[in-house]
């Protein structure tokens, strides 16, 4: 087999004895719908038709993958992954009449899938959506606008739909996406290099600035106060700011200064989507994806995975590759197997933790009155149960600091601190963090028994 230089071959080679490892129903799955394009000295181009299956394989399989390819081939290669896209014929009309205005470049920075039209609306995110269709037709004057919400909601999609909008009323727009994490290791380089002017111009020359995951600026303190001041040059030029983030303003370790800019504008926040929007969203997919799945499907995929409009079509993918793989439409039995880890637990999503019960039970550790609890002493052995509870409070409910600091009679900034000491303390200290174990423990042992 050394002299083999068919890269179908090869590959061919490559999932049978990797269908004798991990077996023919994981290759059939996860494997062979990946397509090998071109062999070259140090790598592999393999073309894989969604996000699914590139995630599984290369977690999973792509050590073994690479063992394989160096037996076949003596070298050890790098897999390089390119998405499939389905070319579609264009409309007569559209190949007849050339386009009158050129795209800038940056047009393709924006997923052609995130757009106002393929954003389904639903209760839970009517305001966030109707905002952001506001910004997109008059960018600058609703200035900034913070979207936030729990991951996998739908912010990026509204941040990308945003710049399409843009586009389509000036071509000419300057528009950046990014995401805050990238924003800071731009600044770092930018540092380093002695380029920070050129980072500046970069940022500041902008038309619309849409910035993900503003969270990740917590504890950067260089980035933020550079980002403060990108922010105040755009927004005094009236140019558009968009921001997301997975907590309300006021919830971020942020300097006041920035957080007060923010809240300056429009907020908005984006719930968890209700059953009939989580239908709306499956079918949409469903038919994006031209996969033949039934409604009882739909269905059933929609009353167990709540939580995320991400992990809704992460679970649609899978079955719909599992329907087309196996030539099988798959039993409820079938799909429950297939998305088990995405299934919310019933009795977990019914149980809510009540502050009182963490009050009580971390007064009977610390051998505190609860009335302690929203008095006004300040001595360490008061006021460190007193930050414990609230941490608790921030871990175990779903409440804001405002309401977690009214159950405590303090304000969300006191909270905000208690949630940051405790959780530096969890990190720094074992001896603590076993004994914070415990308490949790037991407040989830009493609940489940209420």
Same mark, same amino acid.
């Given at each position: 087999m050394d002299n083999l230089t068919d890269i179908k071959e090869i590959w061919e080679g490559v999932m049978k004895e990797l269908g004798a490892d991990i077996g023919s129903e994981a290759i059939d799955l996860w494997v062979r719908p990946i397509r090998p394009l071109v062999l070259e000295s140090d790598s592999i181009k393999l073309e894989v038709p969604d996000s699914i299956i590139y995630s599984t394989v290369q977690q999973r399989y792509?050590?073994?993958i690479i063992a394989l390819l160096l037996k076949y081939t003596g070298r050890t290669l790098k897999l390089n992954y390119s998405m499939s896209l389905t070319p579609t014929e264009p409309p007569a009309q559209s190949r007849a009449t050339p386009?009158?205005?050129?795209? +800038?470049? &940056?047009?393709?920075?924006f997923n052609p899938h995130y757009t106002f039209d393929s954003f389904i609306m639903g209760t839970s995110n009517r305001f966030a959506f109707a905002s952001a269709e506001g910004v997109a037709k008059t960018p600058g004057q609703t200035n900034p606008f913070f979207i936030y919400s729990a991951p996998g909601l739908g912010k990026t999609h509204l941040l990308h739909a945003i710049a399409h909008g843009i586009f389509k009323n000036n071509t000419n727009a300057r528009i950046l996406y990014t995401a805050s994490e990238n924003f800071v290791n731009e600044y770092i380089d930018a540092v380093r290099s002695g380029g920070t002017e050129q980072f500046r111009s970069k940022y500041r020359k902008l038309d619309c600035?849409?910035? *993900?995951d503003i969270q990740f600026l917590v504890n950067k303190e260089r980035s933020e106060e550079e980002f403060f001041y990108t922010f105040n040059s755009l927004f005094e030029s009236k140019k558009q700011i968009v921001v997301t983030s997975d907590r309300p303003p006021r919830e971020l370790a942020l300097g006041q200064r920035l957080i007060s800019r923010f809240l300056s504008g429009v907020v908005a926040d984006i719930k968890i989507p209700d059953f009939e929007t989580r239908v709306a969203i499956l079918r949409q997919k469903k038919e994006q994806h031209k996969y033949t799945i039934p409604d009882d499907i739909i269905t059933f995929i929609a009353e167990n995975v709540k939580k995320s409009i991400r992990e809704l079509e992460g679970c649609?993918?899978?079955v719909g590759n599992f329907s087309t793989n196996m030539r099988i439409q798959p039993s409820i039995d079938a799909v429950r197997e297939i998305i088990k880890d995405h299934i919310s637990d019933p009795d977990q999503d019914d149980k809510k933790v009540a502050i009182e019960l963490i009050k009580s039970v971390v007064s009977d550790k610390y051998s505190i009155n609860l009335a302690d609890f929203i008095?006004?002493?300040?001595?360490? &052995?008061?006021?460190? +149960?007193?930050?414990?509870?609230m941490y608790l409070a921030c871990t175990l409910t779903d409440l804001s600091l405002n309401d977690i600091g009214e159950a405590f009679a303090r304000d969300h900034a006191t909270v905000l601190y208690a949630k940051n000491k405790i959780g530096q303390l969890v990190q720094? *200290? +074992?001896?603590? &963090?076993?004994?914070l174990n415990h308490i949790i423990s037991k407040i989830k042992n009493v609940n489940n028994q209420q």
């Open positions: 792509e050590g073994k386009a009158s205005v050129a795209l +800038p470049a &940056n047009y393709y920075s600035l849409l910035l *993900d649609l993918i899978t008095s006004k002493k300040r001595n360490e &052995n008061i006021a460190f +149960p007193r930050q414990v509870a720094s *200290d +074992p001896y603590f &963090n076993e004994t």
